[in-house]
């Protein structure tokens, strides 16, 4: 698949076959995440590899809303570290930038994936932070659930040229 039709062709994937993710295909994920660009490339960005299904449930406690996560084989928390990066707004970006890799990465291995808000929804947030026992400088910004899709949502036509501005508004 070249990268501009993997651009076009994903959609986010919320239901998900019982098939296992190889971990090499998770080794892969991770690398992808940590190519994406970042401010003065400090790479302030921690991932949580989320594998066990209990983990996953407790997960689903917290962000109740997140119902891709019963059938979902695994989920990667990307965080920020405010160690690295003070600027909380130059960590979400970071680490969105992260994410959308990361989801990138999973269509190209013929994954599924859908990106589940964390950031900046307090609770979820220190749900979160107390689940996982992350450190205080560690800000949970993104959820991705995984798996191989057991659902084919068709690529939209997104293109609108009266949201390009050539020079001026
Ligand atoms: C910051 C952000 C937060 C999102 N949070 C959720 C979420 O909590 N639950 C969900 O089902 N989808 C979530 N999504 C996925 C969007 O709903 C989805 O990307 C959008 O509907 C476009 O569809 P597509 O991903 O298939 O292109 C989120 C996406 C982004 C970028």
């Not at 892969?28 to 594998?51: D, E, G, H, R, T």
Request: proline residues 4%.
């Amino acid at each position: 698949m070249d990268l501009f039709s993997a651009l076009l062709n994903r959609r986010s994937i919320r239901k998900y076959t019982d098939q296992a993710i190889p971990s090499g295909s998770i080794d892969k994920l991770l690398k992808s995440a940590m190519y994406a660009p970042s401010a003065m490339n400090n790479q302030a960005w921690q991932f949580i590899v989320v594998n066990q299904r209990k983990k996953l449930d407790k997960v689903l406690k917290v962000i109740s809303h997140a119902e891709m996560l019963n059938s979902a084989q695994a989920a990667v928390l990307i965080c920020g570290d405010l160690n690295l990066e003070k600027n909380i707004d130059y960590i979400q970006q970071n680490c969105s930038a992260a994410t959308q890799n990361l989801m990138l990465c999973a269509h190209g291995l013929g994954l599924g994936s859908c990106w589940i808000g964390v950031y900046p929804v307090k609770e979820t947030i220190s749900g979160l932070q107390e689940l996982f026992k992350l450190p205080e400088y560690v800000i949970p910004i993104s959820l991705v659930s995984l798996g191989y899709p057991a659902e084919n949502p068709i690529a939209e036509d997104r293109f609108k040229t009266e949201k390009v501005h050539f020079n001026k508004w």
